[in-house]
């Protein structure tokens, strides 16, 4: 046996699995060759019929799917049914709008005929995280099989059965076997894939080393990459802003699936007239908070994933302190054999702290005092990553010219920061290369050929 799956609520095992062989992995790999080069030849209304298809067993099997989710990887039970229901959305709008979004487009040029195609690139290597299991891998399958590509899935180790499940509902829905392909495999086997002729692009969703590590093989082996990596939102709170409202939402933003989201709030900026109010607010309802079950309706605080990753954020925590952030509440594991951790909030945080200038991949809360609205933006910037934000204000008009002063790419009015199948995501800086999403993200794995015709 090569990994196992835990209950991250009770910590016990729950199965065992071993690393396809390298015999195993080629067999699947010229499996997916043949079936992605039928796919590339087939119509849009059969891709469509797929994805429909697929969207109707989603819906199917949304409360099986649902408890996979939240025992593989801790998820409360309510948010894993809403991630099973984005998955079925994401099927139906790409059904219906894939082919208006991949039309060739005519140009005025002094040949006869001139246009832009947007063709299949092949098989796209999926590289995907565990906090959100099913949803990262939609996100990233369903535009790439509306295109005609065919997908490899390289699933994170601790959410194999979240994998099983996506491979066997695309079998459900009439997908050819090894259209999308679940590979149970080692970094070294991953690293192979990525150099395999027959991949053509890598999507990865992860870490910032991760991704740096990844980027930099797909660039050494010439394959287009789309990486979706960390981040370190920045909330901002001005003087105007509905309170209530902003710190309702500050709690969903940080403390939903145990912190665990790259797009979750982390920085909260507040200017002075708010954040005495703002920051007891936020210690309350922290405090009000409950852990236990995921599967159980009162529970409002999911475990972490992983107890590795819980000491990492104990450490970050510890490390905040020693630098000279305050410790409001929490900072410490939560009685109980799950990979619980409190819900914290730390003040006085500022550049250069820990808790400022990395990624905390948990539950928990950083508040930064700024002196007005040009030091939030500046501090919001002040930091390599660049995937989302939020500002807080009634005045729309400078609100939404603050928002195109960040650097980010995914920025939110009176909302939290959240990924719409509408819209394009992704993030600049540190936080990732390219798009996935609307109609950039179904183009980002097609060969955008030009056609001229003399």
């Not at 994401?90 to 005519?106: H, P, V």
């Not at 594991?333 to 990624?359: H, I, K, Q, S």
């Not at 980010?408 to 199948?421: E, K, P, R």
């Amino acid at each position: 046996m090569n990994f196992e799956t835990r209950n991250p609520a009770t910590g016990e095992l729950l199965e065992q699995f071993d690393f396809l062989s390298d015999v195993q992995l080629e067999q699947k790999l010229n499996q997916a060759e043949k079936v992605s080069l039928a796919w590339r030849g087939s119509s849009f209304e059969e891709r469509s019929k797929l994805l429909k298809q697929l969207a109707e067993k989603l819906h199917e099997q949304r409360d099986e799917l649902a408890h996979t989710i939240s025992l593989e990887m801790g998820k409360r039970l309510v948010e894993a049914f809403g991630e099973v229901d984005k998955c079925a959305l994401a099927c139906s709008y790409y059904a219906d709008n894939a082919e208006a979004m991949l039309q060739d487009e005519l140009v005025e040029t002094p040949a006869r005929k001139s246009l832009i195609s947007y063709e299949p690139l092949g098989i796209v290597l999926a590289i995907m995280p565990w906090n959100f299991p099913l949803w990262q891998v939609f996100r990233c399958m369903v535009p790439a099989l509306m295109a005609g590509n065919g997908v490899l899935l390289k699933h994170a180790p601790n959410v194999p059965r979240c994998a099983r499940a996506i491979e066997q509902l695309l079998l459900d829905a009439g997908a050819m076997e090894g259209l999308v392909t679940d590979l149970t495999i080692s970094v070294e086997q991953t690293g192979n894939v990525i150099a395999d002729r027959r991949v053509q692009g890598i999507a990865f969703t992860g870490s910032e080393g991760a991704g740096r590590q990844i980027g930099a093989l797909a660039g050494q082996h010439l394959k287009k990459a789309v990486l979706e990596l960390g981040g370190s939102d920045p909330f901002i709170v001005l003087d105007d802003a509905d309170l209530e409202v902003a710190v309702d939402t500050a709690m969903r933003a940080r403390f939903s699936n145990a912190g665990q989201i790259c797009i979750a709030a982390k920085r909260f900026l507040v200017v002075p007239s708010r954040i005495e109010e703002f920051t007891a607010l936020m210690v309350e309802k922290a405090q009000a908070m409950q852990h236990g079950d995921p599967l159980l309706a009162e529970t409002t605080l999911a475990p972490m994933a992983r107890a590795d990753l819980r000491e990492l954020v104990q450490r970050q925590v510890q490390a905040s302190v020693e630098e000279g952030a305050r410790l409001l509440t929490g900072g410490e594991n939560l009685p109980g054999d799950g990979y619980f951790f409190a819900p914290t909030v730390l003040d006085n945080v500022r550049l250069g702290m820990t808790a400022y200038n990395e990624e905390i991949f948990g539950p928990v809360a950083a508040i930064v005092a700024v002196r007005d609205e040009a030091d939030a933006i500046a501090q919001a910037n002040a930091t390599r990553f660049g995937l989302g934000a939020s500002v807080w204000t009634e005045d729309l008009e400078k609100g939404e010219a603050i928002l195109r002063q960040l650097e980010v790419g995914n920025a939110f009015l009176n909302a939290q920061v959240a990924s719409d199948i509408r819209m394009p995501f992704g993030g600049v800086k540190a936080s990732g290369l390219g798009r996935e999403l609307g109609i950039s993200g179904i183009r980002e794995f097609c060969n955008t050929k030009s056609i001229w015709v003399a």
